[in-house]
């Protein structure tokens, strides 16, 4: 709540000193060049003749208050002029502190979709449609002599001009538009205009808004099957299945929810533990069982990093013992920043094609995991238990480099710091230097920070940085080529091991400094996408090429406000980049929530941008991964909440359509 707070303050202070005087026609600045200049507006509302109550009442007793002040000013003199100035200052920002809670708790509790600099018209329409009202473009309210019906994907075009679509991010903000909360609460269908919820008082208000239980209505939208991640604890590191019965209640529990299937991450650390190609599955054999008795769908990951939970009980799973004894004598088969510290999260891919693990390369490991685990598991894959495979790229299981690795000191929203630094990748970089014909070009950048710096401290990032010179584009591109042909190789043998299969790529959101000129944090990651060039193109031409669904993890869907001031971030603009040049490729989608949301607002955010409901071409993901909360989170927070979530994204056409 405290990060809404702040954030509606600094937004709305010069909104509001406008919007809380009486406004007698209810226009707001952005519809006044929508009006006809000539004819007078109808106004059919029939409390426009009263008294202004509430903060209006509030407002004009204050100007008046202030008028009268000034007239006196001949006999109180100076001072006390400067004095009631200061008072109104102060009545002037507790009423904006209490707008700005208010419109804070409709965001979070009502799953009010208000613009960011949303004024009183945008609250006071958003209220009365709720209510039953119509509320025209230009402010004209009246009651409908037949209650309106709810229109799913039918919207009256409020857009022109709107602060909701001027440079917003249409169908992937996930913030639909006022007109389309037609969902009204039956309460209010007769009530009189007294009793309307403009007219209550703001803790009655809360309290109505709260209790509401109507979102936005998905009825008849296309069916997004919903997934979630099993808890990483379920199999010990020697394989063993640990709670059968637990895992019984949870699926049962998923199971009454109509969840569509869950997804298993099989952890190369534990599988292929202490000897090279000695595989053991048994666990997860026992666990695959468990999930067919229920019917469900399973997706599982080959997890070929590290893991280090926070929430998860102290669960820890490293690369395998046998690899970490070859990476005592040659580190270099690590990923390694410019200071020469190793990542063991996961392994360089600088090593890829090199022979350095008893004899076999980087991606000779991964296939034979995959196709260990292919055989192991035919009869699955041939009853269509396991409906796809996610394959690894890097570190948490994304691709991408750890740029922004906690345990090397990085802190949120720092760069990163670029990881090429290992034997192998230098190697790599001094031949593309040679053949470009500028062999002094082979060394990464030495004014580009460190992980927790921020890109003005920088000279490669900046503006006006080196990374626009002729040696940065060289070696941003080499460094982003690196990313790709890891993409390209691994994914050329998952094929291979999954042929009729289908296989999942996870891509990262590095939505921090996505508004400056350089995107350095996505630079650090592995993805060349400053203003002026494309850096997510290329990567998802390889996807398509070995025709590979792109998951995107819709993160900044829950940064607070005043992060992504600071961080001139924007997580709505890289998901709309991310997402329309995956559509455009033809590529197949789906999403995952990256910290748990339990409010209506979060979720309803989620959906809308599963299935934008204005879009030309009927986009949506292909399924979506809901990733759990703590269990003791979970079950008093989020059933129904994440049942409704669940009713929403199938349409509410539950158990009568197949994925």
Same mark, same amino acid.
């Given at each position: 709540m405290n990060h809404h707070h702040h954030h509606n303050d600094t937004n709305n202070n010069h909104h509001h000193l406008q919007d809380l005087e009486p406004q007698p026609d209810h226009i707001s600045d952005h519809q006044v060049h929508l009006l006809p200049q000539t004819q007078p507006q109808p106004q059919p509302h029939p409390q426009q003749q009263r008294r202004p109550r509430g903060?209006?009442?509030?407002?004009?007793?204050?100007?008046?208050?202030?008028?009268?002040?000034?007239?006196?000013?001949?006999?109180?003199?100076?001072?006390?002029?400067?004095? *009631?100035?200061?008072?109104?200052?102060?009545? !002037?920002?507790?009423?904006?502190?209490? @707008?700005?809670?208010?419109?804070?708790g409709l965001r979070q509790y009502g799953n009010f979709p208000l613009p960011a600099r949303a004024d009183m018209n945008d609250v006071l329409a958003a209220l009365a449609r709720e209510a039953g009202w119509t509320v025209e473009l230009d402010g004209s309210t009246y009651r409908s002599s037949t209650p309106p019906t709810s229109q799913a994907g039918v919207f009256p075009a409020r857009s022109v001009g709107s602060p909701l679509s001027a440079g917003s991010l249409k169908n992937c903000s996930g913030k639909a538009s006022l007109d389309e909360r037609d969902t009204k609460s039956e309460k209010y269908a007769s009530a009189s205009p007294m009793n309307s919820p403009?007219?209550?008082?703001?803790?009655?208000?809360?309290?109505?808004?709260?209790?509401?239980? /109507?979102?936005?209505?998905? @009825?008849? @939208?296309?069916? $997004?099957?919903?997934?979630?991640?099993?808890? #990483?604890?379920?199999?010990?590191?020697?394989?063993?299945?640990? %709670?059968?019965?637990g895992v019984r209640q949870e699926l049962r529990l998923l199971k009454s929810l109509h969840v569509d299937g869950v997804i298993v991450e099989c952890w190369w650390g534990i599988v292929e533990a202490w000897t090279p190609q000695k595989?053991?599955?048994?666990?997860?054999?026992?666990?695959?069982?468990?999930? =067919? !008795?229920? =019917?469900?769908?399973? =997706?599982?990951?080959?997890?070929?990093?590290?893991?280090?939970?926070?929430?998860?009980?102290?669960?820890?799973?490293?690369?395998?013992?046998?690899?970490?004894?070859?990476?005592?004598?040659?580190?270099?088969?690590?990923?390694?920043?410019?200071?020469?510290?190793?990542?063991?999260?996961?392994?360089?891919?600088?090593? %890829?094609? &090199?022979?350095?693990?008893?004899?076999?390369?980087?991606?000779?490991?991964?296939?034979?995991?995959?196709?260990?685990?292919?055989?192991?598991?035919?009869?699955?894959?041939? *009853?269509g238990l396991i409906s796809a495979v996610e394959v690894g790229l890097g570190a948490s299981g994304e691709l991408k480099y750890p740029s922004f690795s906690k345990r090397m000191g990085w802190r949120y929203p720092g760069i990163g710091e670029f990881q090429c630094y290992d034997k192998y990748l230098q190697q790599s970089l001094r031949k593309a230097a040679k053949v470009r014909g500028h062999?002094?070009?082979?060394?990464?950048?030495?004014?580009?920070?460190?992980?927790?710096?921020?890109l003005h401290e920088t000279g490669f990032f900046c503006e006006r940085g080196d990374y626009d010179s002729y040696y940065g584009r060289f070696f941003?591109?080499?460094?982003?080529?690196?990313?790709? %042909?890891?993409?390209?190789? $691994?994914?050329?043998?998952?094929?291979?091991?999954?042929?009729?299969?289908?296989?999942?790529?996870?891509?990262?959101?590095?939505?921090?400094?996505?508004? #400056?000129?350089?995107?350095?944090?996505?630079l650090t990651a592995g993805y060349y996408n400053p203003t002026n060039q494309d850096g997510y193109s290329p $990567?998802?031409?390889?996807?398509?090429?070995?025709?590979? @669904?792109?998951?995107?993890?819709?993160?900044?869907?829950?940064?607070?406000? /005043?992060?992504?001031? *600071?961080?001139?971030? %924007?997580? &709505?603009?890289?998901?709309?980049?991310?997402?329309?040049?995956a559509w455009d490729r033809g590529l197949s989608?789906?999403?995952?929530?990256?910290?748990?949301?339990?409010?209506?607002?979060?979720?309803?955010?989620?959906? !809308?941008?599963?299935?934008?409901?204005?879009?030309?071409?009927?986009?949506?993901?292909?399924?979506?991964?809901? /990733?759990?909360?703590?269990?003791?989170?979970?079950?008093?927070i989020c059933f129904p909440e994440l049942d409704y979530f669940i009713k929403s994204m199938h349409g509410d056409i539950v158990g009568e359509l197949e994925p």
């Open positions: 903060f209006a009442a509030t407002a004009s007793m204050s100007s008046s208050v202030a008028a009268a002040a000034s007239s006196a000013g001949g006999v109180k003199g100076k001072k006390e002029r400067e004095k *009631e100035k200061e008072r109104t200052k102060l009545r !002037e920002r507790h009423r904006r502190a209490i @707008t700005s809670r208010m419109l804070a403009a007219c209550l008082g703001a803790d009655q208000l809360m309290h109505e808004v709260g209790s509401r239980v /109507q979102g936005a209505d998905f @009825t008849g @939208t296309p069916y $997004v099957p919903v997934y979630t991640m099993l808890a #990483t604890g379920v199999i010990t590191n020697f394989c063993q299945l640990l %709670d059968p019965e595989y053991e599955w048994s666990g997860y054999r026992e666990l695959f069982t468990v999930i =067919q !008795e229920f =019917q469900l769908k399973l =997706q599982v990951v080959m997890a070929f990093h590290e893991f280090e939970g926070n929430d998860s009980g102290g669960v820890m799973i490293s690369l395998p013992q046998w690899v970490l004894e070859i990476g005592k004598e040659n580190p270099d088969i690590f990923f390694t920043d410019r200071e020469g510290r190793r990542n063991t999260e996961c392994l360089s891919w600088g090593i %890829d094609k &090199e022979r350095v693990l008893k004899g076999r390369t980087g991606i000779e490991v991964y296939f034979d995991f995959m196709r260990s685990f292919r055989t192991e598991f035919d009869d699955f894959f041939m *009853e062999s002094f070009w082979a060394r990464g950048p030495d004014n580009a920070g460190q992980y927790i710096s921020r941003l591109h080499w460094y982003a080529q690196s990313l790709i %042909d890891h993409a390209d190789n $691994v994914l050329s043998l998952a094929s291979l091991a999954f042929e009729d299969t289908r296989i999942v790529v996870k891509i990262p959101a590095v939505y921090w400094w996505y508004k #400056t000129p350089s995107h350095a944090a996505e $990567v998802f031409e390889v996807l398509k090429k070995h025709s590979v @669904t792109m998951k995107f993890v819709c993160s900044g869907l829950q940064v607070p406000c /005043q992060e992504i001031d *600071e961080a001139l971030a %924007d997580p &709505e603009g890289l998901s709309w980049q991310v997402l329309n040049s989608i789906a999403g995952q929530n990256a910290v748990p949301c339990y409010d209506r607002a979060g979720f309803m955010r989620i959906v !809308e941008t599963s299935k934008p409901r204005n879009d030309p071409d009927h986009h949506c993901f292909l399924f979506f991964v809901y /990733q759990q909360p703590s269990p003791f989170v979970q079950q008093t």
